[in-house]
């Protein structure tokens, strides 16, 4: 018996510094509603509409060019956490920085997380976490309750929960107010 397979067609692309990619140390990638892959490197934001690149550096907006996550929300806002910038928020091609100076816990970022309810947690060094909540700043969990270690991921489950990785010193639960380590 002879079975039928339709034909498959694969497209594979290798895209390098060559094609545009402004850094071929990839640190993170997202995907937005518009479908755009945002690739973060260690030299900038990458942004690839399936036929070219877009770049975005600190020469030309970024508060820094060392991209260590991205985060999109449901509205398409674009958050890029930097190390030593700050939270750079892409909106419709312009740049927002929130930085030290507007009450951001540090400008050292490692990770950045939107949640269910739109809220935004930026995750850095030394334990710091900070909550941006309609478009007000504030900390959300003090470094000292995070034992001072460095916030690398920060997810959230769908029954709420909130896991916090951090660096040498476990992961961490968040539920209805109750904080517990995982060493």
């Known amino acids: 018996q002879l079975n039928y397979l339709p034909g498959q067609i694969k497209i594979h692309q290798h895209l390098t510094t060559k094609e545009g990619l402004v850094n071929d140390r990839i640190e993170i990638i997202e995907q937005d509603k518009k479908g755009y892959l945002w690739i973060g490197t260690d030299d900038g ?73 739109g809220d935004v947690l930026i995750g850095g060094e030394k334990g710091s976490i900070s909550l941006l909540s309609n478009g007000k700043l504030s900390k959300w969990i003090g470094p000292e309750k995070l034992n001072n270690k460095d916030v690398y991921e920060i997810f959230e489950s769908k029954n709420g929960t909130i896991y916090i990785g951090t660096f040498q010193g476990g992961f961490f639960t968040y539920n209805n107010g109750q904080l517990k380590n995982y060493a």
Request: hydrophobic share 35%; glycine share 8%; proline share 0%.
């Open 45 to 117: 934001l990458s942004r690839w509409d399936g036929n070219r690149f877009l770049t975005y550096q600190k020469h030309n907006g970024l508060s820094s060019s060392q991209i260590r996550d991205i985060a999109v929300d449901s509205n398409n806002v674009i958050y890029v956490a930097t190390s030593g910038g700050g939270l750079n928020i892409i909106r419709n091609d312009e740049i927002d920085i929130i930085s030290e100076d507007n009450g951001l816990l540090t400008n050292w970022l490692l990770c950045v997380s939107v949640l269910s309810n």
